[in-house]
């Protein structure tokens, strides 16, 4: 038995399925909805929901009404936007609203929250505020300081704020970005004992290509033998540090030279420069306007060398760079959050001792200098390091192997094939000997030609002969299509030039064998050609691939064995790892498993069809073997409607004949010619069922069953 609760809802919300509502008696003058909007939940009741007018309304019908009508209608699940209550906060809200455009409804919102995009760069407060609230909660502002950063907030506070302190706005903000936090005391760099300053050539002069006196070099190079002499440091008297009594000949003698390298080679590293570094970027060569006369290029610097230098530029992610006096910057890696320990230490425009680590190429590398800082000595601040300093990636980088061996990086991990190359076989066939075949087919053709219609080729001599039109080498092979029993095939046609046939010599060679034929003939005898003499040069040109093949061989076993006698390793370190360091089912792109993603080419895709098209195509061109060639899917649709109408043409035709003909008269011819007669175009009948073929995942077998093809 339903309650009166029960009742009350399913007649308040099928309200509009009573047409009692909707009489005279329930109309209002006033256009308002008869739901009184409930400003407050706050009365003496334990349980007050906020109770529609019409629901009292609802329970004087529900007396009135016999029970049974109620059960008539059938209750509604689930109930539509239209008939959900309106009341007059739904209106405001979602209703609609006098126009007013994008820009005017931002910038009213601007103003009244009291802040403006334009000014989001963070000031300490703002960064405060913005760090306060904690995954998305207010957290409640307690000390006074809080307070007054949060009221700073609103530019008409903030404006305020300045004219008390009587700041302009510029020097407020400047006032505002000052370093705030202790200033570290600056460090104490110490060392053990007195830092050794020497004047020595590089190691590595002459740079490569460039000739020196041989006497002079050898008197430069003695003094490296002088550094090998350890001197102890306590040993010493005392350690000086002018520069009067020293031996500097043989630096003056390297800085002679230098300069005469520097006087010829100046101006090409300069367009060297403009060729290889479109922009410029610190770290790289000074040019044009920033170029200095007295600038010292990369040769004068090694690694080891001690300099002192300014502090050029600070950048977050590579490093400080200190200029040396060279046309490069020096570069000392320091990343990312090892700032933090170390910006006190380091600043633009400091005078600095540097020690140089390494000298690369500047064309491979992007800081051709690396060095590191002796004083300020913050080496033991530095946690990051690089891993490899950072390169130039160019568009001839084919090989990367090879590019990582350059760049001294360990060579990419790879599953090791299991093929030795001492076990594959012997080469023997010589890429030379394909042109030679061609060259020996061309001179043949000719003289068959000359054999067929020797009016032609009357008083010409052979060496004379020119080719018809002019011979391009780039369009000497041309792909085309031609017919084979009604089934078009692909043909190819190699073009050659006259000028590269050896005319007169095939001539003689072919006379002297129809000569000896004779002869032989006349004895009773038969006589076989084995070899033309192309065909010797080609044995011979493949008899030396072949030797060379094999003496390469001898060599490589040669060098396995003394690495195996002397315990080194066969193939570059790091350059294979065992398959198990890959994981189980790795994606390997060549394997047909990954022909397409996981869930396959969709079965009715274009290119899927294409593909299906193609492959039908093939297979209907022989029989059992594939023969592969690409065709794009409207040229195959063009041909397999060609074929079809051929093919109807013909049969019209053979049905016709049948008609004219007596069967039993050429009954014979037909036992005869049944081999002529095959219609070969059933087999490139393109309208095989694709649908039939079976799919593994999206990709299509590479088979087609061909039983029955050639049964009656």
């Given at each position: 038995?339903?309650?009166?609760?029960h009742?009350?809802?399913s007649?308040?919300?099928?309200?509009h399925?009573?047409?009692?509502l909707?009489?005279?008696s329930f109309?209002?003058?006033?256009t308002?909805p008869y739901?009184?909007p409930c400003?407050?939940r706050?009365?003496?009741?334990?349980f007050?929901?906020?109770v529609p007018?019409?629901?009292?309304?609802?329970?004087?019908?529900a007396k009135?009404?016999?029970?049974?009508?109620f059960f008539?209608?059938?209750p509604?699940?689930?109930?539509?936007?239209d008939e959900?209550?309106v009341?007059?906060?739904?209106l405001?809200q979602?209703g609609?609203k006098?126009?007013?455009?994008?820009e005017?409804?931002r910038?009213?919102?601007?103003i009244e929250?009291g802040?403006?995009?334009?000014?989001?760069?963070l000031?300490?407060?703002a960064?405060?505020a913005?760090?306060?609230?904690n995954?998305?909660e207010?957290v409640?502002?307690?000390s006074?300081?809080?307070?007054?950063?949060f009221k700073?907030l609103?530019?008409?506070y903030?404006?305020?704020?300045?004219e008390?302190?009587?700041?302009?706005?510029?020097?407020?903000?400047a006032k505002q970005?000052e370093?705030?936090?202790?200033?570290?005391?600056?460090?104490?760099?110490m060392?053990?004992?007195p830092?050794v300053v020497?004047?020595?050539?590089?190691?590595?002069w002459?740079p490569r290509?460039w000739?020196?006196?041989?006497?002079?070099l050898?008197?430069?190079?003695?003094?490296h033998k002088m550094?090998?002499?350890?001197?102890?440091v306590?040993?010493?008297?005392?350690a000086?540090?002018?520069?009067?009594?020293?031996?500097?000949?043989?630096?003056?003698?390297f800085l002679?030279?230098?300069?005469?390298?520097?006087?010829?080679?100046?101006?090409?590293?300069e367009?060297?420069?403009?060729?290889?570094?479109?922009?410029?970027?610190?770290?790289?060569r000074?040019r044009?306007?920033d170029?200095?006369?007295g600038?010292?290029?990369l040769?004068?610097?090694?690694?080891g060398?001690i300099?002192?230098?300014?502090?050029?530029?600070?950048?977050?992610?590579?490093g400080?760079?200190?200029d040396i006096?060279?046309?490069?910057?020096?570069?000392?890696?320091i990343?990312?959050?090892d700032?933090?320990?170390?910006?006190q230490?380091?600043k633009v425009?400091?005078?600095?001792?540097?020690?140089?680590?390494?000298?690369r190429d500047?064309?491979?590398?992007?800081?051709?200098?690396?060095?590191?800082f002796?004083d300020?000595?913050i080496?033991?601040l530095?946690?990051?390091?690089?891993e490899?300093?950072?390169i130039?990636h160019r568009?001839?980088?084919t090989?990367?192997?090879?590019l990582?061996?350059?760049?001294g990086r360990?060579p990419?991990p790879?599953k090791?094939p299991?093929t030795?190359?001492?076990?594959?076989?012997l080469?023997s066939?010589?890429p030379?000997v394909?042109?030679?075949?061609?060259?020996?087919v061309a001179?043949?053709?000719?003289?068959d030609d000359?054999?067929?219609?020797?009016d032609?080729?009357?008083?010409k001599?052979?060496?004379e002969?020119?080719?018809d039109?002019e011979?391009?080498?780039?369009n000497?092979?041309?792909y085309?299509?031609?017919y084979?029993?009604?089934?078009q095939?692909?043909k190819v046609?190699?073009?050659t030039s006259v000028?590269?046939?050896?005319?007169?010599?095939?001539?003689?060679?072919?006379?002297?064998?129809?000569r000896l034929?004779?002869?032989?003939?006349?004895?009773?005898?038969e006589?076989?050609?084995?070899?033309?003499?192309?065909?010797?040069?080609m044995?011979?040109?493949?008899?030396?691939?072949?030797?060379?093949?094999?003496?390469?061989?001898?060599?490589?076993?040669r060098?396995?064995?003394c690495?195996?006698a002397?315990g080194?390793?066969?193939?570059?370190?790091?350059r294979?790892?065992?398959?198990s360091?890959?994981?189980?089912d790795?994606?390997?792109?060549?394997?047909?498993?990954y022909?397409?993603d996981?869930?396959?080419?969709?079965?009715?895709?274009?290119?899927?069809?294409?593909?299906r098209?193609?492959d039908?195509?093939?297979?209907?061109?022989?029989?059992?073997?594939?023969?592969w060639y690409?065709m794009?899917?409207?040229d195959a649709?063009?041909?397999?409607?060609?074929?079809?109408?051929?093919s109807?043409?013909?049969l019209?035709?053979?049905?016709?004949?049948?008609d004219r003909?007596?069967?039993?008269e050429?009954g014979?011819?037909d036992?005869?010619?049944?081999?002529?007669?095959?219609?070969?175009?059933?087999?490139?009948?393109?309208?095989?069922?694709y649908g039939?073929?079976p799919?593994?995942?999206?990709?299509?077998?590479?088979?087609?069953?061909?039983?029955?093809m050639?049964?009656?």
């Amino acid at each position: 038995m339903l309650s009166l609760e029960h009742t009350m809802l399913s007649l308040q919300l099928n309200a509009h399925q009573f047409p009692a509502l909707s009489s005279p008696s329930f109309t209002s003058s006033s256009t308002k909805p008869y739901f009184k909007p409930c400003k407050s939940r706050k009365t003496n009741l334990p349980f007050s929901p906020p109770v529609p007018i019409f629901s009292l309304l609802f329970i004087s019908i529900a007396k009135r009404i016999p029970r049974q009508k109620f059960f008539t209608v059938p209750p509604k699940l689930s109930y539509s936007s239209d008939e959900f209550p309106v009341d007059e906060t739904f209106l405001e809200q979602f209703g609609p609203k006098e126009k007013e455009s994008e820009e005017e409804a931002r910038r009213r919102n601007w103003i009244e929250r009291g802040w403006a995009p334009w000014e989001e760069i963070l000031t300490p407060e703002a960064d405060f505020a913005r760090k306060s609230l904690n995954e998305g909660e207010e957290v409640p502002l307690k000390s006074p300081e809080a307070i007054e950063a949060f009221k700073m907030l609103k530019p008409s506070y903030r404006k305020k704020k300045m004219e008390e302190m009587g700041l302009t706005e510029d020097e407020y903000y400047a006032k505002q970005f000052e370093i705030k936090g202790e200033i570290l005391e600056p460090l104490q760099t110490m060392w053990d004992g007195p830092l050794v300053v020497r004047h020595v050539a590089p190691r590595d002069w002459p740079p490569r290509g460039w000739e020196v006196d041989r006497e002079e070099l050898e008197f430069i190079r003695e003094g490296h033998k002088m550094m090998a002499e350890r001197v102890d440091v306590d040993t010493l008297e005392r350690a000086d540090g002018e520069t009067e009594g020293m031996c500097l000949d043989r630096y003056k003698m390297f800085l002679k030279q230098y300069q005469e390298w520097v006087e010829q080679n100046k101006d090409r590293l300069e367009e060297e420069s403009y060729k290889y570094d479109q922009d410029y970027h610190p770290g790289r060569r000074k040019r044009g306007e920033d170029y200095e006369e007295g600038m010292y290029e990369l040769p004068f610097y090694y690694p080891g060398q001690i300099c002192i230098g300014k502090v050029t530029t600070l950048h977050l992610y590579q490093g400080a760079f200190v200029d040396i006096g060279g046309v490069y910057e020096g570069w000392v890696p320091i990343k990312g959050n090892d700032w933090y320990w170390i910006r006190q230490h380091i600043k633009v425009g400091m005078q600095v001792i540097v020690e140089i680590l390494a000298k690369r190429d500047p064309y491979r590398f992007r800081f051709p200098i690396e060095m590191r800082f002796v004083d300020p000595n913050i080496d033991h601040l530095i946690f990051n390091r690089f891993e490899f300093p950072p390169i130039f990636h160019r568009a001839e980088d084919t090989n990367p192997d090879e590019l990582r061996r350059d760049c001294g990086r360990p060579p990419l991990p790879r599953k090791d094939p299991g093929t030795k190359i001492e076990e594959e076989p012997l080469f023997s066939d010589h890429p030379y000997v394909e042109k030679l075949w061609q060259i020996h087919v061309a001179e043949q053709m000719i003289l068959d030609d000359m054999e067929a219609n020797p009016d032609k080729y009357k008083g010409k001599k052979l060496s004379e002969l020119t080719d018809d039109e002019e011979f391009d080498e780039e369009n000497s092979v041309e792909y085309t299509t031609a017919y084979y029993k009604k089934t078009q095939i692909p043909k190819v046609i190699l073009k050659t030039s006259v000028r590269e046939l050896d005319l007169e010599a095939a001539l003689a060679e072919r006379e002297l064998n129809n000569r000896l034929q004779k002869e032989a003939e006349e004895r009773g005898e038969e006589y076989k050609v084995t070899k033309l003499r192309r065909n010797i040069e080609m044995d011979e040109y493949d008899l030396i691939h072949w030797r060379r093949s094999f003496e390469e061989r001898e060599a490589l076993i040669r060098d396995i064995s003394c690495r195996q006698a002397l315990g080194l390793p066969l193939e570059e370190p790091g350059r294979y790892v065992d398959a198990s360091a890959f994981g189980k089912d790795q994606y390997d792109p060549s394997n047909p498993l990954y022909r397409y993603d996981y869930w396959g080419e969709p079965e009715n895709s274009e290119k899927s069809k294409q593909e299906r098209m193609t492959d039908a195509h093939n297979k209907s061109i022989v029989g059992k073997g594939t023969v592969w060639y690409e065709m794009s899917y409207e040229d195959a649709i063009k041909q397999r409607m060609q074929r079809e109408a051929r093919s109807k043409g013909v049969l019209q035709q053979d049905f016709d004949e049948e008609d004219r003909d007596d069967p039993e008269e050429c009954g014979d011819e037909d036992a005869d010619s049944e081999e002529d007669d095959f219609d070969y175009s059933i087999l490139s009948d393109a309208s095989v069922e694709y649908g039939s073929q079976p799919h593994v995942n999206g990709t299509e077998s590479s088979r087609m069953s061909d039983e029955g093809m050639f049964e009656d």
